[in-house]
């Protein structure tokens, strides 16, 4: 199996730009996570979905930030508009079992920065 | 309510000498409980986890933890550290119900020196 697969692993934007964020969860998952870095905050969980539905969206910052997941194979998160703060590594998790109940399987991340 | 407390935010150590990354718990319900490596640049990678069998968890790479209900901890050891084991290291708590997420601690990053 490929894992986790994320894109892009680099981002550089401006301030005002629209970012979309991409997830390939592993095959037959039916959890994914998106979290974000930053040496600041730690890793922080922003929203995620069980068998394509969100379950927990507490974390996700504000209405700048969306999720979807419109199949089992595919994930977004946008970011309208960006700003720097936004700027840190984000993370795309899956899992076999709902929620908690299972070990998660990270991608490699999409570093953003955000000038 | 679940959480999960790592000790220290760093630790250094010298090859061939032992690793203590500390990691304390508190949980309402029997909790699975994990370790994660991230080395830099990299994603997080399962260590190890603790699912209510033996109370002595084996890992990859030598690391291994043992779970004590008594004290409410989970420390990650490893008797001899070797120079690519420095990297993030997160300890996390899952409170074992369906339609919540894994706890994850701030992090130990831990540097190791020839």
């Known amino acids: 199996d490929a894992g986790v697969i994320q894109s892009p692993r680099h981002e550089v934007t401006e301030m005002g730009q629209e970012v979309t964020l991409r997830c390939k969860p592993i095959?037959?998952?039916?959890?994914l996570f998106w979290y974000r870095q930053t040496m600041m905050r730690g890793l922080e969980l922003l929203i995620y979905?069980?068998?394509?539905?969100?379950?927990?969206d507490s974390g996700m910052p504000e209405d700048r930030f969306s999720a979807k997941m419109p199949n089992a194979s595919f994930s977004t998160l946008k970011i309208q508009p960006s700003e720097p703060r936004d700027s840190a590594v984000y993370f795309c998790?899956?899992?076999?079992?709902?929620?908690?109940?299972?070990?998660?399987?990270f991608g490699e991340g999409s570093r953003l920065t955000v000038l | 309510a679940q959480s999960v407390t790592q000790l220290d935010s760093h630790v250094s150590v010298s090859e061939g000498t032992p690793v203590l990354l500390r990691c304390n718990y508190s949980?309402?319900?029997?909790?699975?409980l994990f370790w994660y490596v991230q080395h830099p640049n990299k994603g997080l990678q399962l260590l190890l986890k603790?699912?209510?069998?033996?109370?002595l968890v084996k890992g990859i790479n030598g690391f291994e933890a043992e779970f004590k209900k008594s004290e409410t901890s989970f420390h990650l050891t490893k008797p001899s550290a070797h120079m690519s084991d420095a990297a993030e290291y997160f300890c996390?708590?899952?409170?074992?119900?369906?339609?919540?997420?894994?706890?994850f601690g701030k992090g130990t990053t831990l540097s190791v020196s020839s």
């Open positions: 998790a899956s899992s076999l079992l709902q929620g908690a109940l299972g070990e998660l399987f």
């Open positions: 095959s037959g998952h039916n959890s």
């Open positions: 979905f069980n068998n394509n539905v969100p379950i927990d």
């Open positions: 949980s309402s319900y029997s909790p699975s």
């Open positions: 603790y699912t209510s069998a033996a109370t």
């Open positions: 996390v708590v899952s409170p074992n119900q369906a339609g919540t997420a894994l706890i």
